[in-house]
Structures are given as structure tokens and as C-alpha cells.
């Protein structure tokens, strides 16, 4: 059964959320009902339509600062309050960051992605990311943020640097967000984006799921995203890495089953963004990353580590897509299709 493509209505309007929306919770969790096998054939048949089904894109990460962050975010191990062992570690200096884009960009890697445990950079952290930045674009390399809420100015001081994205996620539904964070508002999360939107700057927004949500709140999520007033071109769905020490460190984990049908619907609700198989991996079967990609993702982070923890070795990943005839993406899609992200050129035969 195909359910039609509905008539746009948001369930609410607030910050960043407008009139003008193709699906309501209802209908996204409807989908998440559909049979297994319905639903990943139709979110596959929009893939084929609107994507290289047979292409991922192969980002890569830095932690630029890690750990020591005062937000009390459930899932993080770089929340200062928790006790998780990372080690806390001030700002890179711009050498390393540097030498670290140039190894990326010598294994092929086209964009650089800089992530920062802050609540949100001091006016005072812009001119020294911005450097990295500049560096980093220097390369010829596309570069990404992750830097958490921006104050004014901000995104536009980061996108005259050169900035092509940055990621901020919602994370969780609206109606979810206060179990798992306390030190913000998912309004602030909005106010961040439409900032992002203004400077001009794509969006990379996304969530977690495996943080005991119901599945009407996984719907919850993929709901807002479509309510956002443009639909963020790179969406990471990323499935809790369950860390010691933080407060969902005994999360039940989600069935492998019901994560992929959160990519099938994601894919379908928004057909044109990139959708990014982002943190968790490392405890996923072969077998279900291939559900995924059947699904509809087209991204992955590559490279042994994300920000803190263990993501698989570049080469099983290789091998992986090789086994599955996928290739990695040697340059950006084009807009329309979806956007620019980042891309190893590396080729395997
Ligand atoms: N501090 C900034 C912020 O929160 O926006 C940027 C860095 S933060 C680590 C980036 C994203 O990583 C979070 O929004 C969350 O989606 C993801 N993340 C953090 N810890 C995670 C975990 N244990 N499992 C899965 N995703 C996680
Ligand atoms: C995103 O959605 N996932 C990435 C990226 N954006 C920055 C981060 C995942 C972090 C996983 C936990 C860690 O390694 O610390
Ligand atoms: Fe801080 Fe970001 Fe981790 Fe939340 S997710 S504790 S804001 S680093």
C-alpha cells in the first residue's frame, strides 16, 4: 500500500516552523506501520528516483575540542557532569587541525567536518575556527561545523571564513527533548538553524534513536525535520552509542529493524537531503548497514573514530560497499538531487 503524498500541515508553529509542511505526525507514523518489507520497498524506489542508489558519500570527523562540556545532553560522553573517562582537551591549535585535513585530503577525503564540545563557541572561539576554516577551504577541501548553539553574528562570521556547512541536530521530538536535556530548549536548537538558514550556510540536521523514545517520537522527529522551513540537506540519523557513565548508558537498544525503518521513513519524508547512517555502526551487523543503504542512506562517517568513540576501520567500510557493489561518491551530488557533502575520491576496483 502507498500512502498518498499528504497536503502539507505542521502539528505546531513556533521558532523556525512554518505553515507550509508535506506531512503530519500522523502520516509519518503510519509509515513507521507500514509492512517491513512496503515500507523498505517504497523508501528504495525514492531513492532510485531522486538518488545514485549505488553511490555513499564518506565524510570525515575531527574533535576539535573534546569533552568538559557543560550541557547535560543524556547520551554524551563529552558532558562534563558524567563521568565517562574522556579526557577533556582545549581548543587545537590551527597546526593540528591543518595536518589532520591534509591527511584526510591525502586519503582522498573532500570535506572536513570540526566538531567542538561546547554549548556554543565564545565570540572570542570564531577567529581561531574561522582559521581552521580558511585552512581547510585553502585545501580545496568542502568544511563542515559542529560547534553547538550560535550567538549573534556567529554563522555569518563562520560563512564569510569560508563555512559551507554546519551541523545542529534536534536530536529527539519535541515532546522527548526535556528527558534528555535540561540545559536548553528545543527552541534554541530552531533559533540556531534559522540563524544557520539566514548566514546562508546548508544545514546538516538530524537526530538520535535508541534513547527509549516511542516510536511515535521517532516519528516525532522526522516530523519536525519536514516542519523546519527548508529540509536540511544532510539529515544524520544516528543510533545511541550507549557510553558509561552517561545517564542512557543501560538504554535498551532499539531493534536493529525498527532503526532501519527510521531511515525507510526518513527517506521518504524527505526525499531530496542526504540521509547520513551516522553514529553506532560500530555495533551494527554488515548485514544491517546494507538494510540501510537498501533503505535509503547515503552517507557514512569514515575514519576508526567519530568525536570520541569507535566507528569501523576505513578499509572494512571499503570493503563493505565493495561487497555490496556501492562505491563511494567521488564528488558531490548535484543540488536538486540533494547537495554537496563531503566524498573520498579514493576509487577500489
Ligand atoms: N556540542 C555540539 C552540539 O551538541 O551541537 C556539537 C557536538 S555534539 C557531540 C554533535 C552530535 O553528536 C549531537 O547532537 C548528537 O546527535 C551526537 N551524539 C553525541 N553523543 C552521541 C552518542 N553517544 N550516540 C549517538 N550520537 C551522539
Ligand atoms: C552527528 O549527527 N553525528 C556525529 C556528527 N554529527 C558530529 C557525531 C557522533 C558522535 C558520537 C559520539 C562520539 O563519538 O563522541
Ligand atoms: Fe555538549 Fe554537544 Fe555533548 Fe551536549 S552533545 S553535552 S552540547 S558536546
Known sequence: MHLPLPKNRPVE?????????AWTLETIEALFDEPFMALLARAHEIHMARHDPHAVQLSTLLSVKTGGCPEDCAYCPQAQRYHTGVEAQKLLELGEVVASARAAKAAGATRFCMGAAWRGPKDRDIPKVAAMIR????????????????????AEALKAAGLDYYNHNIDTAP??????????????????????????????????????ETRRQRAGLLHALTCLP?????????????????PLADARPLDPFEFIRTIAVARIVLPDSVVRLSAGRQQMSDEMQAWCFF???GSIFVGDRLLTTPNPAEDH??????????????RP?????TLQETTLTRVHS
Open 13 to 21: 508553529a513556533g521558532p523556525g516552523v512554518t505553515e507550509d509542511h
Open 135 to 154: 585552512e581547510i577551504k585553502a585545501l580545496g577541501m568542502e568544511a563542515c561545523a559542529t560547534l553547538g548553539l550560535l550567538g549573534e553574528g556567529q
Open 175 to 212: 515532546d522527548y527533548y526535556g528527558e534528555i536535556i535540561h540545559t536548553r530548549e528545543f527552541k534554541d536548537r530552531l533559533n540556531t538553524l534559522d540563524q544557520i538558514r539566514q548566514a546562508g550556510l546548508k544545514t546538516c540536521c538530524g537526530g538520535i534513536v535508541g534513547m527509549g
Open 230 to 246: 527548508q529540509a536540511p540537506q544532510s539529515v544524520p540519523i544516528n543510533q545511541l552509542v550507549p557510553v558509561p557513565g552517561t
Open 295 to 297: 533503505a535509503g542512506a
Open 317 to 330: 567500510d571499503l570493503a563493505l560497499l565493495k561487497r555490496l557493489d556501492l562505491h563511494p561518491m567521488d
Open 333 to 337: 551530488p548535484t543540488e536538486g538531487g
